[in-house]
């Protein structure tokens, strides 16, 4: 019966959540019932919750971490003084004349803004802040504009330099380099998958994501001035950040940091900088931080104790008496991995799963750094999967009240299945020469 309590937990937060129950708390708190629970039937040992505030003071010591302030500021002080509404609205009017103008610029620049950041929390809420108001302004549904501004945001789970990705290769034994050398490719398909599916959404269905109107749009040389002064400032320091952390002059929380000052630059370049935007932009840096503390620290103290309770013993015994070999194996991993993301962050899942498949998938002659760029992609989707998908959390504070969570859900179904296809693509079609994995083509 130990077995049960894994999922008994699953089930607990569950219902807390959808009792209207704040996410962090309903994780903290099932953790902690479970675990009296456990110790009063003898399948849990208190002494275990030593750890938690050990590990509490990890995640507020995490110099990783520090980066997210940093990017939420930036993306603050960009929506703030305007900057970010001006850059999405000049890429709508490029393609002012075609429906979806405006989806395709959230979708590039997420990209860019995911691969500056690494961290999805930050660029998940600052794509939020920046471009949910104008999407709304400008008619869009609210289904579609949240899907596409939480589906861009996480692409930072996949696009280097993606800290998933260094976790995932620390773990594995694998090189880091290698990894980010073989994600630029799945990072680009999604991207561009999402970007297909925003412009025939908005061919076949007027209403959803309509073009802009007859004054907002500019052409010739009144359109080059727009991007010019809208376009290229906010565009390069988006550059410049990235850069910084390709070279190795910066960390990505150093990054951060100079994305902060640099928005505060053209902020004041664009005469929107003053106290009072200072002000609101670090109120809202200091809510939004706030809340992704507590969610990682309500996500560790889940883990914890799903631990405690065996859970990672019913998972590893699940792994070990896999049939159909590594076809079989692949898509039970994937399957475990996909529901664990649900509830649990990509670190657990990194360091409870990935070293129970290692061996396995060596005996089976999976090459590593193909599984660890499959394993990334189905981290990234299962950080959009309703209802524990943290990118929906971080997007859920910060949309306003009247849009209701069943919309973000909604709006997320749509790249969940495009997410899956490129997931499948790579088990069934891209993965190297392996003589117990069948090829489809």
């Known amino acids: 019966m130990t077995s049960l309590w894994g999922p008994g937990m699953f089930f607990g937060a569950l219902v807390l959540i959808f009792t209207g129950y704040p996410v962090a708390f309903a994780l903290g ?10 110790s009063m039937t003898g399948h849990f040992d208190l002494v275990l919750l030593n750890a938690l505030p050990q590990r509490t003071f990890g995640t507020m010591s995490n110099t990783t971490l520090l980066a997210v302030p940093f990017f939420i500021f930036m993306g603050t002080v960009l929506e703030k003084s305007r900057l970010a509404e ?4 000049t890429i709508g009017a490029l393609f002012g004349r075609f429906r979806g103008g405006l989806a395709l610029g959230v979708i590039f620049v997420g990209a860019l803004l995911a691969a500056a950041t690494g961290v999805v929390g930050a660029s998940v809420t600052a794509m939020g802040l920046i471009s949910l108001p104008v999407m709304l302004r400008n008619g869009y549904k609210a289904d579609f504009s949240l899907g596409t501004i939480a589906a861009s945001g996480t692409l930072g789970q996949i696009i280097p330099p993606s800290i998933v990705l260094i976790v995932l290769g620390d773990q594995m034994g694998v090189s880091v380099g290698d990894l980010f050398g073989a994600a630029v490719l799945p990072g680009l398909a999604l991207t561009g998958m999402y970007a297909v599916y925003a412009v025939v959404l908005a061919f076949f269905k007027k209403d959803v994501a309509p073009a802009l109107p007859p004054e907002a749009r500019s052409s010739g040389w009144e359109l080059a001035r727009r991007v010019a002064l809208s376009l290229a400032p906010p565009l390069t320091l988006i ?3 990235l850069g910084s952390i390709f070279a190795g002059v910066a960390t990505p929380t150093e990054a951060g940091a100079l994305g902060a000052v640099g928005a505060m630059g053209l902020a004041a370049l664009n005469r929107q900088l003053s106290m009072r935007t200072l002000l609101a932009a670090m109120e809202e840096t200091s809510r939004l931080t706030i809340m992704v503390v507590f969610l990682l620290i309500g996500s560790t103290a889940f883990a914890l104790v799903f631990r405690g309770l065996s859970g990672d013993v019913w998972i590893a015994d699940a792994l070990t008496s896999v049939p159909a070999g590594a076809l079989g194996f692949l898509l039970v991993v994937n399957l475990v991995v996909f529901i664990l993301g649900f509830f649990i962050d990509f670190f657990e899942i990194a360091f409870i799963i990935v070293p129970l498949i290692v061996v396995p998938a060596q005996r089976l002659g999976i090459d590593l750094t193909w599984l660890g760029i499959v394993l990334a992609v189905n981290l990234q989707t299962s950080f959009l999967t309703p209802p524990f998908g943290f990118s929906l959390f971080y997007l859920r504070g910060v949309t306003p009240e009247r849009i209701s969570t069943l919309s973000i859900y909604r709006g ?6 495009i997410q899956m296809l490129v997931l499948l693509a790579m088990i069934f079609f891209a993965h190297p020469d392996t003589p117990s994995l069948p090829r489809l083509i």
């Open 412 to 417: 997320v179904v749509p790249f969940i299945a």
């Open 29 to 38: 708190g099932t953790a902690l019932l479970f675990a009296v629970l456990g």
């Open 86 to 89: 001006q850059l999405l609205e």
């Open 239 to 241: 550059v410049v950040v």
